[in-house]
């Protein structure tokens, strides 16, 4: 078994067809009911047939649309069926963040109209759009279109091709570092801006662009944040042309400053955590994980937990695809918190039985998780519940150790993917995880983004920290004979012990 597969996928022929029953042939095919474009790679034209065509003009010409009954709407997050807010809900048109109580929403699909295809059926049609240009299911997000924004017009995607990204093989370090022989690391961060907030990105501005097209009153899109939130925003909003705000405050950023159910007169679309439709695009890295693995699901997938919305659309992605038939369980799911943001971890540790309290976030070099009071914190608890999941930390002596361990061992990780590492640490030290058990660990940013923490860990340049696994440079005169020497002595320390 090898990730390549997910770019091995056989050819299909997706013609529409009427669905004969409630579970069609196991030959793939596009029913009536589906709005679609062939995902086919339409042959090549002559430049002087089609001169100014691209992968959307060749979309649009290839377009066969039908009538389709998927849709997904806004509801209130876990609402007890017996309630009022049981019958609460809103159109993905609609600009609203919290429900009328003042709780999260979430997006919720039409099931029993996905379930009118089967397993089969699903799995093969996402695995015939792997490796294609064809518009928009290049993207590892928009591959899976029908189950993230099933009624939007493929010309309203705003998309760089995000997703598909890398399930490594951590061979070396999963067998000596952790003596196990199945270790992945799934790189979201190998994205357009360096962070898996890409995927959830894709989804929300598509869907501001689609209301700008409708006339809806958007002017822009804001976020409050200094990392990838607004990396992602800003770079996905330049590509649709829509302008984007980010608030950098000098000291912290407070989320009362957003009147964040606010329905009338032209307004910022707010882009930041509570806007649950970000998740939906972060779920497909999870679908994603199952494809890569043939459809399937490993024992573990752990995930760095700041803000919490990531471990909530790693279950839902996963829920999705066991309710649908693609795979018959879920795995079981990690958070791995920074020790100096950890109030998940707390509440865990409590036995969840305790009103959960928000904590004063300490700094740590895992800084996109340095997070004290979650806005998902109710959707990560739901998730960790149903799937019987842990919730453990790492302190920054912890966590840098093994970003250093990882990147001796040829992966490039950033802190947070440490934090992850330093939970399955002490997994495995419980004889929690096993040798033999198949773990992902998701890596949410790229390496780049925190070379400077690279650097002073290996040059032993950080207070009260003390880097043991630190590989600092050596300085050596300019002549020959002093640079053979410290080779002579580096590679004799690395020779095999007899």
Same mark, same amino acid.
């Given at each position: 078994m090898a990730s390549s597969s997910l770019f091995q996928s056989p050819p299909l022929s997706l013609k529409p067809q009427n669905p004969a029953s409630r579970h069609p042939p196991t030959k793939p095919h596009f029913a009536t009911t589906i709005k679609c474009v062939s995902t086919s790679t339409p042959p090549p034209s002559s430049s002087s047939e089609h001169p100014h065509h691209n992968i959307r003009d060749e979309a649009r010409r290839h377009n066969t649309t039908h009538s389709h009954h998927f849709s997904a709407r806004y509801v209130p997050f876990n609402a007890d069926p017996s309630s =009022?807010?049981? =019958?609460?809900?809103?159109?993905?048109?609609?600009?609203?963040?919290?429900?009328?109580?003042?709780?999260?929403?979430?997006?919720?699909?039409?099931?029993?109209?996905?379930?009118?295809?089967?397993?089969?059926?699903? &799995?093969?049609? @996402?695995?015939?759009?792997? /490796?294609?240009?064809?518009?928009?299911?290049?993207?590892?997000?928009?591959?899976?279109?029908?189950?993230?924004?099933?009624?939007?017009?493929?010309?309203? +995607?705003?998309?760089?091709?995000?997703?598909?990204?890398?399930? @490594?093989? =951590?061979?070396?370090? /999963?067998?000596?570092?952790?003596?196990?022989?199945?270790?992945?690391?799934?790189?979201?961060?190998?994205?357009?801006?360096?962070? @898996?907030?890409?995927?959830?990105?894709?989804?929300?501005?598509?869907?501001?662009? &689609?209301?700008?097209?409708?006339? &809806?009153?958007?002017?822009?899109?804001?976020?409050?944040?200094?990392?990838?939130?607004?990396?992602?925003?800003?770079?996905?909003?330049?590509?649709?042309?829509i302008p984007s705000i980010v608030f950098l405050p000098a000291n912290r950023i407070s989320g009362s400053a !957003?009147?964040? &159910?606010?329905?009338? /007169?032209?307004?910022?679309?707010?882009?930041?955590?509570?806007?649950?439709? %970000?998740?939906?695009?972060?779920?497909?890295?999870? +679908?994603?994980?199952?494809?890569?693995?043939?459809?399937?699901v490993p024992d573990w997938v752990i995930v760095p937990g700041g803000n919490l919305g990531n471990i909530y659309a790693f279950y839902k992605g996963f829920h999705m695809c066991k309710e649908l038939g693609l795979v018959d369980r879920i795995p079981r799911l990690?958070?791995?918190?920074?020790?100096? =943001?950890?109030?998940?971890?707390?509440?865990y540790k409590s036995g969840w039985d305790q009103e959960f309290k928000p904590?004063?976030?300490?700094?740590? @070099?895992?800084?996109?998780?340095q997070i004290g009071d979650p806005v998902s914190i109710d959707r990560a608890v739901y998730a960790?519940?149903?799937?019987?999941?842990?919730?453990?930390?790492?302190?920054?002596q912890e966590l840098m150790d093994a970003m250093a361990q990882a990147d001796s061992t040829g992966m490039f990780i950033c802190p947070h993917t440490g934090v992850?590492?330093?939970?399955? +640490?002490?997994? %495995?030290?419980?004889?929690?995880?096993?040798?033999?058990?198949?773990? !992902? !660990?998701?890596?949410?940013?790229?390496?780049?983004?925190?070379?400077?923490?690279?650097?002073?860990?290996?040059s032993n340049d950080i207070k009260d920290l003390a880097c043991k696994y630190a590989n600092p440079p050596v300085q050596v005169k300019a002549d020959f004979g002093s640079v053979m020497d410290v080779l002579k002595k580096y590679l004799l320390s690395k020779a095999p012990k007899n």
């Open positions: =009022a807010a049981a =019958a609460e809900s809103y159109s993905l048109d609609e600009i609203v963040y919290r429900s009328n109580s003042g709780g999260l929403l979430d997006v919720q699909h039409d099931m029993a109209a996905l379930k009118n295809y089967d397993g089969k059926y699903w &799995r093969d049609l @996402f695995d015939s759009r792997v /490796g294609k240009t064809t518009w928009p299911y290049g993207s590892g997000v928009w591959s899976k279109k029908e189950w993230v924004l099933p009624e939007i017009d493929s010309d309203d +995607i705003v998309s760089a091709f995000e997703g598909n990204s890398n399930l @490594f093989w =951590a061979e070396r370090y /999963g067998k000596q570092i952790l003596a196990m022989n199945d270790l992945w690391v799934k790189h979201c961060g190998i994205s357009h801006t360096g962070s @898996f907030k890409d995927l959830g990105m894709t989804v929300l501005v598509s869907q501001v662009n &689609r209301l700008r097209k409708m006339n &809806r009153p958007v002017v822009g899109v804001g976020c409050a944040s200094t990392g990838d939130t607004s990396a992602a925003l800003s770079a996905y909003c330049a590509a649709a042309g !957003v009147d964040s &159910r606010s329905h009338s /007169g032209a307004a910022d679309y707010l882009a930041n955590s509570l806007n649950s439709l %970000r998740l939906e695009g972060q779920k497909t890295a999870a +679908i994603e994980i199952l494809q890569q693995f043939d459809w399937e990690v958070c791995a918190q920074a020790a100096n =943001a950890n109030p998940l971890y707390l509440h904590v004063k976030a300490n700094t740590t @070099f895992a800084s996109a998780i960790l519940k149903k799937s019987n999941g842990i919730v453990e930390e790492a302190t920054e992850a590492l330093a939970a399955l +640490i002490k997994l %495995r030290n419980q004889g929690i995880i096993g040798t033999n058990d198949r773990t !992902v !660990v998701v890596s949410t940013a790229h390496g780049l983004k925190f070379t400077q923490s690279k650097i002073d860990y290996h």
